[in-house]
T-cell receptor, first 115, second 113 residues
Framework: KQEVTQIPAALSVPEGENLVLNCSFT??????LQWFRQDPGKGLTSLLL?????REQTSGRLNASLDKSSGRSTLYIAASQPGDSATYLC??????????????FGKGTKLSVIP | EAQVTQNPRYLITVTGKKLTVTCSQN?????MSWYRQDPGLGLRQIYY???????DKGDVPEGYKVSRKEKRNFPLILESPSPNQTSLYFC????????????FGPGTRLTVL
């Protein structure tokens, strides 16, 4: 059964710092990996999607990497801002049998960027 | 605007009173799913649908029903809600299964007394 782990569970950094969030998954047979942002009491906003054949994706100050063979992904945030404060979720899309695909989530990393 | 909508956004109800949470997407997506999010447990899939009239159980289907009579709508039905179904519920959709990005609705916060 696929399991997704995110470390650390919480992270606090001063404004302007670069930071890395980690995600690991137990079964490397994935189709893609998606990073989401969730603000308190709100829905999920998709940040980056990396297909299994890709190594990284970039969007603005965000860069996500994928090492499928080792079951790891990182989300790099450059020059952090207070507005980046949120919970970041990692999810992997994998085959779950009977022609279907499932999205399995990690429990998230709660990021606080201190002004 | 391309989006996934859910209604209601907030609901307080009592044990045993049937309720339906609606989900609709305007992106002509084939794949739709429901998740619940609980503190310490993260997001868990309840049910999913690969297309019209095709639905299947996710990881935590007990106490829930779904239907997919038309492509854009995927309602979640709680026939007899119980307090352990108090949670934050999300509907999601993607173009198809496999490689496509999933888009999430804004969430429905349900409290069952």
């Amino acid at each position: 059964k696929q399991e997704v782990t995110q470390i650390p569970a919480a992270l606090s950094v001063p404004e302007g710092e670069n930071l890395v969030l980690n995600c690991s998954f137990t079964d490397s047979a994935i189709y893609n990996l998606q990073w989401f942002r969730q603000d308190p009491g709100k829905g999920l906003t998709s940040l980056l999607l990396i297909q299994s054949s890709q190594r990284e994706q970039t969007s603005g100050r965000l860069n996500a990497s994928l090492d499928k063979s080792s079951g790891r992904s990182t989300l790099y945030i450059a020059a952090s801002q207070p507005g980046d404060s949120a919970t970041y979720l990692c999810a992997v899309r994998h085959y779950s049998g009977a022609g279907s695909y499932q999205l399995t989530f990690g429990k998230g990393t709660k990021l606080s960027v201190i002004p | 605007e391309a989006q996934v909508t859910q209604n209601p956004r907030y609901l307080i109800t009592v044990t045993g009173k049937k309720l339906t949470v609606t989900c609709s997407q305007n992106m002509n997506h084939e794949y739709m799913s429901w998740y619940r999010q609980d503190p310490g447990l993260g997001l868990r899939q309840i049910y999913y649908s690969m297309n019209v009239e095709v639905t299947d159980k996710g990881d935590v289907p007990e106490g829930y029903k779904v239907s997919r009579k038309e492509k854009r709508n995927f309602p979640l039905i709680l026939e007899s809600p119980s307090p352990n179904q108090t949670s934050l519920y999300f509907c999601a959709s993607s173009l198809s299964t496999g490689e496509n990005e999933q888009f999430f609705g804004p969430g429905t916060r349900l409290t069952v007394l």
